[in-house]
């Protein structure tokens, strides 16, 4: 009982790094319909951002806030350099564009940090936290997910910039006949998508080590936990994540073991496609022809 | 008065194609022009064409400065609030929301508090709708809340496309005596586009007959509703 609870629980602390990513994907695909292949690459190398900067000395919270920071800017760069001008292109155009920031971020990474595995640490080592349930890091990881969902939670709902960013997400026009720079709230969305993905990358790299290709199995889960959620619904897709976290680790651990865990990824994206399409939450689109 | 919006030889349209071809009109300070048109004459182009949503080509003077090449978000935070065809809901926003969101650009929180308040009184069913979310309303309540969306900006021109669009005569009836009170007491300008043609006469002090992208006709309300083929061709008897 005691191995089943620690599965669960430990689950749930890689589910809320799914939870996170996957609600910046949805935040993308929200305002813009697109899915962002890259945004696993650019987790990636917002993680590598902090090791150079725990690496040149900075203190662990100085280096997170900075690569937040960072992070925030290059999204919003990303957005207004490479997808502005893509922004009325026919899907394809958009999916294709997305795959070559994935390659390049990819390359670039391994160009200038190498391809060799590096440790990363974690802010996360007290003993007083040790037991037999969770590892000090996975308390903290699962904390630190939990305080982002509540300041996006707070931001979007209390805020009046992160209303103008759903009206942008919703009705672009309208929003524009009010006043809404629709445009820097796109970019805005990119930008607080890649933080969200930059903190998602240096929770999960203490766990699965620092190298350009890490991400590659976690955005699978995080992409299975936007679908699974409904890939139009924040609050969806958290859940997914956490769901996805859970169902990944009890499946390793007693059904198919871990080389196959990632299977259990691709069954499930399979699966809501097949049968609920929109997902548990998800809207679903009826079209009046 | 002098003349809160001048527009002087406008074309306008979509891709390749002009739809307005050279329009004219003007709105008073503190007056109310109606359009009239039939279907495909051009009455919401113009609108767009105004508020910089499309791809324009003239002269536009709003409040004493030329805003034919400004962008919409500009255009709109000199105080020109559009209430656009199909109403422009935020759907799964909540009715407080939207009309949150319609005073997005201004920085007096008690203002805007107060505003609510206003229109609440206005649109006593928007009160009862407060939390719940837009898209569920009746097309009546969301043509309500887009025009209290609008007035939340507290603007100086209040621009509508068509308000009466599929709503039952008593709305109708509601909308119009709504608008007349913002203009005498606020003091909002109006520029009513209309198909309704006996209601938007009776509204407005100027109104003028757009044709295929083209004023035909302008002046006086009481002139064109006493004009013989306006009164064959919108007024019906």
Do not use: K
């Given at each position: 009982m005691d191995a089943f609870l620690h599965q669960v629980l430990s689950g749930l602390a890689t589910g809320g790094i799914y939870a996170a990513l996957a609600l910046a994907l949805v935040m993308i695909y929200q305002s813009t319909?697109?899915?962002?292949?890259a945004q696993g690459e650019m987790a990636m190398f917002s993680t590598y951002i902090a090791w150079s900067f725990i690496d040149a000395g900075f203190p662990y919270w100085v280096a997170f806030v900075l690569t937040v920071l960072a992070s925030l800017l290059i999204g919003i760069v990303i957005e207004r350099v490479v997808i502005r001008p893509v922004e009325h292109a026919p899907v394809l155009s958009v999916v294709i564009v997305f795959i070559a920031l994935l390659v390049i971020l990819n390359s670039t990474a391994g160009w200038i940090f190498s391809y060799t595995i590096k440790t990363f640490p974690s802010p996360f080592d007290w003993r007083g936290l040790q037991n037999s349930y969770l590892s000090p890091h996975e308390i903290g990881s699962i904390g630190v997910t939990l305080m982002v969902l509540l300041v996006l939670y707070g931001f979007f709902r209390f805020t009046s910039l992160g209303l103008a960013m759903r009206a942008a997400a919703q009705n672009p026009v309208s929003s524009r006949l009010v006043g809404i720079r629709v445009g820097w709230m796109l970019a805005l969305g990119w930008g607080l998508a890649a933080a969200i993905g930059a903190i998602a990358g240096m929770m999960i790299a203490p766990v699965i080590y620092l190298d350009p290709n890490m991400m590659s199995g976690v955005m699978l889960y995080a992409f299975a936990a936007a679908l699974l959620g409904g890939i139009d619904n924040p609050f969806g897709a958290v859940l997914g994540g956490f769901i996805v976290g859970v169902v990944e680790n009890i499946a390793g651990a007693y059904i198919v073991g871990t080389e196959l865990k990632l299977s259990v990824a691709l069954v499930l994206i399979v699966g809501v496609l097949l049968f609920r399409p929109s997902g548990l939450f998800g809207r679903r689109y009826v079209v009046r022809v | 008065m002098s003349a809160l919006l001048e527009v002087t030889d406008l074309h306008a349209g979509y891709g390749p194609a002009d739809v307005l071809h050279g329009v004219g009109f003007a709105v008073a300070n503190g007056g109310i022009t109606t359009v009239l048109g039939a279907n495909g004459a051009g009455k919401t182009t113009l609108l767009r064409a105004v508020c910089g949503l499309i791809r324009r080509r003239g002269n536009v003077q709003f409040d004493g400065q030329s805003i034919a090449t400004r962008t919409t978000e500009r255009i709109v935070r000199m105080g020109l609030a559009h209430v656009p065809d199909g109403r422009g809901t935020f759907t799964l926003l909540s009715t407080e929301e939207n009309l949150r969101v319609g005073a997005i650009?201004?920085?007096?929180s008690r203002g805007v508090a107060a505003d609510m308040q206003k229109m609440f009184t206005y649109f006593p069913r928007l009160q009862e709708r407060r939390g719940q979310q837009a898209g569920t309303l009746s097309g009546g309540e969301q043509q309500m809340l887009a025009i209290a969306r609008a007035l939340m900006l507290r603007p100086k021109l209040l621009v509508l496309d068509e308000?009466?669009?599929?709503?039952?005569p008593m709305v109708v009836q509601d909308i119009f005596r709504i608008m007349r009170t913002v203009n005498q007491e606020e003091k909002v300008s109006i520029l009513l586009v209309e198909q309704n043609a006996r209601l938007a006469l009776e509204l407005a002090d100027t109104a003028y007959l757009l044709e295929t992208g083209r004023v035909v006709q302008g002046g006086p309300s009481e002139q064109l509703r006493d004009d013989e083929t306006v009164r064959r061709a919108y007024l019906g008897y």
């Open positions: 319909h697109h899915i962002n292949f | 650009t201004r920085r007096d308000p009466s669009f599929g709503l039952a």
